[in-house]
């Protein structure tokens, strides 16, 4: 079946959502179809705690948050980005008020801000430790509204139709049918996320398979910064617990790290101990690991708050973790780090648009130099939302002049359905793995050409998996996932010094000359 849209949106979290809503305001007459390949809530989005950073009271100002997210970013920001993003930050939470999130107020009916490593001062917005759940539930009750928003659940985007550096819109797995459907729209927004799934150890939900950068790439995007992929210090340890993030907001809080044997550590690594900058801290645990050969560290909450302020505090963590018989009002947390943020992907100005003609790229997905080699935390709400006011108000101006162009059908050839779901199982577990011991917190060359040899031959044999078997989700984000995989490595090996989340012990130290790091077809 042949579908026609005006402005095709895929992906359903933060970014997608909220530039539907933008759109729906803005250009009424134009059609508008959101497709997402689980259900419209499961995105990064839905899962976020801590909250959505901007400058609120009159201890803050526009200055000392630029220059937070340029301390964080270690010289690779793009400084006019930052600017921009940052001093819109009110407005468009405030956007986001009006639509109905209640953020957390304390007993002076002010809203509570919280603190995150990086922040010199107190500036994020949050609804207790469930701030995404919020945000989330609030722009989906919104779009639903919305009378020229169409919206398709469990539609899987395969691969998008582009020729000669001009997109015209995709080809989309409807998993309920298991028919491929061809998609022509006369633009084509990836609102899709991150790629935490590339690692074995991730507090990222299971639709964060790099699907967007992956198709991007191939339709001719430039990829930028691939390398800087962000370790969250604290996911919750649990042989049960999949994915489980303790907020920052905690340490924000007090709350303090230790070994098995009840020390701290953090003094050690940075003066400001806790709350350094993130990348710090997750290369602070994984030395104490490598030290001590321990598995997992603590996060003490128990000692420094009462049981009162802590379920108030974090009324979402305080019952996930007594589903897995941990107290955290009584006992430390075991936590270790994990990958938790893509602060590299699809080169876009701040409006979402490419290299790509008719093709725009917003949220995680998109690498603006917002974030340079390092992300501040708090920061990537905001600039999903930044960036999809930016998008539409860039679309409303240019999409009456544009036409919607059909493309070919989705050709099958001789695809069988698949006899062997245990390559694709096996595949995936190996490209997991490997990315975790030979491109996680600590690289060395060695490692990285290892684990570029190991993609090389992994690729191979999953392209021709995708050519040979009918398609299904599964084989459509294995094939995503070894392609991101394969432009990090690529990435990694390319930049020549340690900066940011970026850490590799054969040059321990930062370049004086240090650029983006840029990565096009063919690798
Ligand atoms: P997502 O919210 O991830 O949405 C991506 C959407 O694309 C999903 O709907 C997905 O199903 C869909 N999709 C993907 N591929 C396809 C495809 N092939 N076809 C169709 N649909 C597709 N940031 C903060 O600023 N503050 C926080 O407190 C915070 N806490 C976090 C906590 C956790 C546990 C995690 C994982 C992240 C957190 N982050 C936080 C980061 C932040 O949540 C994300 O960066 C942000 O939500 C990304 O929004 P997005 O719209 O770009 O993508
Ligand atoms: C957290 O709550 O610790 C996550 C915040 C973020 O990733 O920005």
């Not at 992994?458 to 995989?485: C, G, H, M, P, S």
């Amino acid at each position: 079946m042949k579908l026609k849209t005006d402005i095709l949106i895929i992906g359903s979290g933060i970014s997608g959502l909220s530039l539907a809503l933008y759109l729906s305001k803005l250009i009424p007459d134009e059609k508008i179809l959101l497709i997402t390949k689980e259900g419209l809530h499961e995105s990064s989005t839905f899962y976020a705690q801590g909250g959505i950073a901007s400058v609120w009271n009159s201890n803050d100002n526009f200055e000392k948050h630029i220059q937070d997210t340029l301390i964080a970013g270690d010289g690779l920001c793009d400084e006019a980005v930052v600017r921009k993003i940052i001093s819109q930050a009110p407005k468009r939470i405030n956007e986001l008020i009006e639509l109905g999130i209640e953020f957390t107020c304390n007993s002076n009916g002010e809203y509570d801000l919280g603190k995150e490593g990086g922040h010199s001062v107190r500036r994020v917005l949050h609804v207790n430790d469930q701030t995404g759940q919020s945000i989330e539930q609030t722009l989906i009750e919104n779009v639903r509204k919305a009378s020229n928003v169409e919206i398709k659940e469990k539609w899987c985007a395969v691969n998008l139709f582009a020729k000669n550096f001009r997109c015209y819109g995709v080809y989309a797995l409807n998993q309920e049918s298991q028919e491929i459907h061809n998609i022509a729209a006369k633009t084509t927004v990836l609102a899709t996320g991150g790629a935490g799934k590339i690692y074995l150890y991730t507090t990222n939900p299971d639709i964060a398979s790099g699907d967007g950068i992956a198709m991007a790439y191939r339709a001719g995007a430039t990829i930028a910064n691939m390398e800087f992929y962000q370790f969250h210090p604290t996911c919750l340890f649990h042989p049960y617990a999949k994915s489980f993030l303790i907020t920052e907001a905690m340490r924000g809080e007090g709350a303090i790290l230790k070994d098995l044997r009840g020390n701290d550590f953090m003094e050690k690594y940075h003066p400001q101990k806790e709350l350094a900058p993130r990348d710090i801290v997750s290369r602070a645990i994984d030395a104490e690991l490598k030290r001590s050969g321990d598995d997992h560290v603590y996060l003490d909450i128990a000692s420094y708050k009462d049981s009162d302020f802590i379920k108030s505090h974090f009324p979402g963590i305080y019952n996930a973790c007594l589903d897995f018989n941990i107290d955290i009002t009584k006992q430390p947390i075991p936590v270790v780090p994990a990958a938790h943020y893509c602060c590299g992907g699809v080169k876009t100005k701040i409006d979402g648009s490419t290299e790509v003609k008719n093709l725009f790229v917003i949220g995680e997905s998109a690498c603006t130099g917002l974030h340079g080699s390092n992300r501040l935390a708090s920061n990537s709400l905001l600039e999903g939302v930044v960036t999809a006011y930016e998008c539409a108000n860039s679309l409303a101006g240019e999409i009456q002049k544009l036409s919607v162009e059909e493309f070919p059908e989705w050709e099958p050839g001789n695809a069988v359905p698949s006899t062997e779901a245990v390559v694709l199982s096996q595949n995936w577990d190996e490209i997991r793995r490997f990315m975790w011991n030979y491109v996680g917190i600590v690289r060395t060359d060695k490692r990285l050409q290892r684990a570029k040899k190991r993609i090389n031959l992994l690729l191979d044999e999953i392209d021709q998996y995708y050519w040979d078997f009918k398609i299904e989700k599964n084989l459509v984000e294995l094939r995503n996932l070894a392609t991101v995989a394969k432009i990090l490595i690529v990435s990694a090996i390319s930049r020549k010094e340690s900066r940011g989340i970026h850490y590799n012990l054969d040059y321990p130290n930062k370049s004086e000359m240090s650029r983006p790091t840029v990565i096009r077809r063919p690798w």
